[in-house]
């Protein structure tokens, strides 16, 4: 049973465009939320988190957007750049109990069109 | 600040053998969590230790075991390969202190391929 989704697995915007990922869970335990990129054959590097307490957090280009009753998040991407193609994933854990590991989405492999 | 780093990066093995991979956390980072990513299965936790103790495990057989050492660097080794195994061997770092609260940093991998 996957506790982490993300339902398109691909994803083509045009550069200056707005990207937007999307991420479902259904593990209400989970309280902290993490997205990654990753190229191929490279280990995954960290992009933007939020924590259950917050509905949005942003970092220059990047924001994350959480709606915990719809237990849903999402990543914009403004403006899209050609270096932004790669696979994004979105990664879920539970605070309590110390760190269970991160739960990941299966991902989605954005691609940005010149 | 220099990141998380793995060795080797790559490594072919026979089914049956085993194999040793290494992490090496970033600098003053004291948890080290190992990831296993696959095309089928995707990135799956395997374990996470801190201060030498395995404190998490993940939803693997007991063929997947790790350690770690009193500087915090971590090995996994994987015994009596399977041609399931072939894998991306990834490592994670953390400060470790504020558990789930905490962003991990991921190593560039071990890339495993079982003949």
């Known amino acids: 049973d996957q506790q982490v989704k993300q339902n398109s697995p691909s994803l083509s915007v045009q550069e200056g465009r707005i990207s937007i990922l999307n991420c479902d869970y259904t593990n209400s335990m989970f309280d902290y939320f993490l997205w990654y990129k990753k190229y191929p054959a490279e280990g995954p590097t960290f992009l933007i988190s939020?924590?259950?307490?917050?509905d949005k957090n942003e970092d220059g280009r990047f924001t994350v957007f959480l709606n915990k009753s719809a237990k849903h998040l999402s990543l914009h991407i403004v403006p899209s750049q050609p270096g932004d193609s790669a696979v994004y994933f979105c990664a879920a854990q539970a605070s309590g109990g110390g760190a269970d590991g991160l739960t990941f989405g299966k991902g989605t492999h954005l691609i940005i069109q010149p | 600040k220099a990141g998380v780093t793995q060795t080797p990066r790559y490594l072919i093995k026979t089914r049956g053998q085993q194999v040793t991979l290494s992490c090496s956390p970033i600098s003053g980072h004291r948890s080290v969590s190992w990831y296993q990513q696959t095309p089928g299965q995707g990135l799956q936790f395997l374990f996470e230790?801190?201060?030498?103790?395995?404190?998490n495990k993940g939803n693997f057989p007991g063929r997947f075991s790790g350690r770690q050492f009193s500087n915090s660097r971590s090995e996994m080794n994987v015994s009596t390969l399977e041609l399931g195994d072939s894998a991306l061997y990834l490592c994670a770092s953390s400060g470790g202190l504020l558990g789930g609260w905490e962003t991990q940093y991921f190593g560039p991998g071990t890339r495993l391929l079982v003949l």
């Open positions: 230790y801190f201060s030498e103790t395995q404190r």
């Open positions: 939020i924590s259950s307490i917050k």
